[in-house]
């Protein structure tokens, strides 16, 4: 079955500092995307990043980068100079587009706090 | 373009009646799909089309859940009759493929059923 575990309910980081959030999946599909978004308290969905399973090189997006270790199937979010409108909720999700039968599968999220 | 556009913002009604949530999906995305936020059980697919039919409802919990998606830019999820387990956050989101794309989210419907 195919899974995603977000295992930090919760988590503080100081502003300026850097913060990762793990995320781990399941899955025996040899081709997968892998996606993160933020919900702010507002509860807008916002895309993130996005990691493909066949790409060599880490994804990056401005602040935001992912660090995929296929062999660990782990895809964890890096944010690096954390501000406090990072303060979210952080979403993990796989995609599997060969099988064709299942969409986006979203871990249980993560919630930042950034402190000042 | 103006994003996926969800209607009502918030929904606040009685056990027993009808409740309709409307979604307008970005222009030229073939895949639409209907999730629901609770904070018990997070985000779950509750149904999605590709282009206007429906591919896999096995996420609608019951059979008072019902969605429809008359044309490309129109889809509905009605719960008749609602109860208040039914109380969550309601998200359309739509996309040009499945799989390699980003979804598009609206902006949700709060729906609180007394």
């Known amino acids: 079955a195919q899974k995603i575990t977000q295992t930090q309910p919760g988590m503080f980081v100081q502003e300026k500092e850097a913060v990762t959030l793990d995320c781990t999946y399941d899955?025996?599909?040899?081709?997968?995307?892998l996606f993160w978004y933020k919900q702010p308290s507002s509860g807008e969905m916002i895309f993130l990043i996005y990691?493909?399973?066949?790409?060599?090189q880490n994804a990056t997006e401005g602040r935001y980068s992912l660090n995929f270790q296929k062999a660990r199937k782990s895809a964890n979010l890096v944010i690096s100079a954390s501000q406090l409108g990072d303060s979210a909720m952080y979403f993990c999700?796989?995609?599997?587009?060969?099988?064709?039968?299942?969409?986006?599968?979203f871990g249980k999220g993560t919630r930042l706090s950034v402190i000042a | 373009d103006a994003g996926v556009i969800q209607s009502p913002r918030h929904e606040v009604t009685e056990m027993g009646q009808e409740v309709t949530l409307r979604c307008k999906p970005i222009?030229?995305?073939?895949?639409l799909f209907w999730y629901r936020q609770t904070m018990m059980r997070g985000l779950e697919l509750l149904i999605y089309?590709?282009?206007?039919?429906?591919?896999?409802d096995s996420g609608m919990p019951e059979d008072r859940f019902s969605a429809k998606m008359p044309n490309a830019s129109f889809s509905t999820l009605k719960i008749q009759p609602s109860e208040p387990r039914d109380s969550a956050v309601y998200f359309c989101?739509?996309?040009?493929?499945?799989?390699?794309?980003?979804?598009?989210f609206g902006s949700g419907t709060q729906l609180s059923v007394l």
């Open positions: 989101a739509s996309s040009f493929s499945q799989g390699y794309e980003k979804l598009f």
């Open positions: 899955t025996s599909d040899p081709s997968y995307g």
């Open positions: 089309f590709n282009n206007n039919v429906p591919i896999d």
């Open positions: 999700a796989m995609s599997f587009p060969l099988s064709g039968n299942t969409p986006l599968v």
């Open positions: 990691q493909g399973s066949y790409d060599q």
């Open positions: 222009s030229g995305h073939d895949y």
